[in-house]
C-alpha cells in the first residue's frame, strides 16, 4: 500500500519520501512504482517524460525524523497492528512540523485511538486508500472525534487533486468499507468450512452471480488472511456483535503461516508471478 500511495503522490506533482525501517523494502517498493509505470507507459496512459518526473520526486530514507521534517502531510500505511500505530505516530508527532497533518491509511482501527497517542489530535485523520492505489478511485476519509473541519476539507479536496473519489465517513470500526466487505468475506469462509461449496464454487457463485469481479476468497489472499483476520477483531471486538466473529478456518489458516499471496499459499496456491493457481484448500464432500 505505501508505495502505492507513493505513486499516487508522486505522479500528481507532490515531491515524496518513503519511509521504512528495512532498507530492502523500500528497494522493492521502488521497484514496483517503476515496474507500474511502465505498464502506463506502455499502455500509453502516460508519457515518457510523465514517467521521468514521477520517478524523480521520490525519494526514500529509513530515518523517520529525517523523512519527515520538513513534511506537510504524512501518511502511514504500516501494518494493521494497533500498538505499532500507536507508537509510530507518536513519533511522528515528535519530528514532523507542528503544522504537519498526519494521517492513517488504517482500514478499521479508530483514527481517535490513533490521534490520542499525539498532541495534534484535530490534525490527525484517515486516509483509507483502496488496493491497488494507482488504479482503485476510493478513498475513506476518516474523521477522528477531534479532527478539524478545516483538515477534513483540505484531505477531501487533496484526494480530489490525485484522481480520487473521496468518502467522507465517521469514526466506527471498518469504517463503511470493511464494515461490510469483511463480514462477506468471514461469511463465505464459513461456508466453506461447514462444507455447502468448495473455494473455486463459492467465487464463482459471487463473480457471476453478484457480478464480482473477484471472489471472497481470492480476494481475501490478496488483501492478507492476517490483515482480514484483524479487520474482524476490531470489529467483533469494537462492536461486541457474534456476527463478526472470525471464522474458525481463517484463525487456523493465520496461525498456520497461510496468508494468502504474500506466504504464496492462502485458499488458493500463487506461483513466483502471484497469480492464483489450484485451491489450496480440498472440499470435503
Known amino acids: 500500500?505505501?508505495?502505492?500511495?507513493?505513486?499516487?503522490?508522486?505522479?500528481?506533482?507532490?515531491?515524496?519520501?518513503?519511509?521504512d525501517v528495512d532498507a530492502a523494502a523500500l528497494e522493492r517498493g521502488m521497484s514496483t512504482i517503476s515496474r507500474n509505470l511502465d505498464r502506463m507507459l506502455a499502455?500509453?496512459?502516460?508519457?515518457?517524460?510523465d514517467r521521468t518526473a514521477t520517478l524523480s520526486r521520490l525519494r526514500t530514507t529509513s530515518h523517520l525524523a529525517e523523512g519527515v521534517s520538513q513534511a506537510d502531510l504524512v501518511v502511514e500505511a504500516a501494518t494493521e497492528r494497533v500498538e505499532l500505530k500507536l507508537r509510530i505516530f507518536s513519533e511522528l508527532d515528535?519530528?514532523?512540523?507542528?503544522?504537519?497533518?498526519?494521517?492513517?491509511?488504517?482500514?478499521?482501527?479508530?483514527?481517535?485511538?490513533?490521534?490520542a497517542a499525539t498532541g495534534r489530535p484535530g490534525k490527525v485523520i484517515g486516509m483509507h486508500f483502496m488496493n491497488p492505489?494507482?488504479?482503485?478511485?476510493?478513498?475513506?476519509?476518516i474523521r477522528g472525534y477531534a479532527t478539524t473541519d478545516e483538515v477534513t476539507a483540505g484531505i477531501m479536496a487533496l484526494s480530489r487533486r490525485l484522481g480520487k473519489d473521496p468518502v467522507e465517513v465517521n469514526d466506527f470500526p471498518g469504517f463503511v468499507a470493511n464494515r461490510i466487505l469483511m463480514?462477506?468475506?468471514?461469511?463465505?469462509?464459513?461456508?466453506?468450512?461447514?462444507?455447502?461449496?468448495?473455494?473455486?464454487?463459492?467465487?464463482?457463485?459471487?463473480?457471476?452471480?453478484?457480478?464480482?469481479?473477484?471472489?471472497?476468497?481470492q480476494l481475501a489472499d490478496f488483501i492478507g488472511l492476517d490483515v482480514c483476520l484483524s479487520i474482524l477483531r476490531v470489529l467483533h471486538d469494537g462492536l461486541g456483535n457474534p456476527k463478526y466473529a472470525p471464522c474458525p478456518l481463517l484463525v487456523n489458516m493465520v496461525t498456520?503461516?497461510?496468508?494468502?499471496?504474500?506466504?504464496?499459499?492462502?485458499?488458493y496456491a500463487y506461483g513466483a508471478d502471484g497469480k492464483a493457481g489450484k485451491p489450496a484448500l480440498a472440499f470435503a464432500r
Open 1 to 19: 500500500m505505501g508505495n502505492g500511495i507513493a505513486h499516487v503522490f508522486a505522479m500528481n506533482g507532490f515531491d515524496v519520501t518513503l519511509i
Open 43 to 49: 499502455k500509453e496512459k502516460i508519457s515518457a517524460e
Open 94 to 115: 515528535a519530528a514532523a512540523p507542528a503544522h504537519a497533518i498526519l494521517a492513517s491509511n488504517t482500514s478499521s482501527i479508530s483514527i481517535t485511538r490513533i490521534a
Open 133 to 141: 492505489v494507482p488504479v482503485m478511485k476510493l478513498v475513506e476519509v
Open 183 to 217: 463480514p462477506m468475506i468471514n461469511e463465505a469462509i464459513i461456508a466453506l468450512h461447514e462444507g455447502v461449496a468448495g473455494v473455486e464454487e463459492i467465487d464463482t457463485v459471487m463473480k457471476l452471480g453478484m457480478a464480482h469481479p473477484m471472489g471472497p476468497l
Open 256 to 267: 498456520a503461516g497461510k496468508l494468502g499471496v504474500k506466504s504464496s499459499e492462502g485458499f
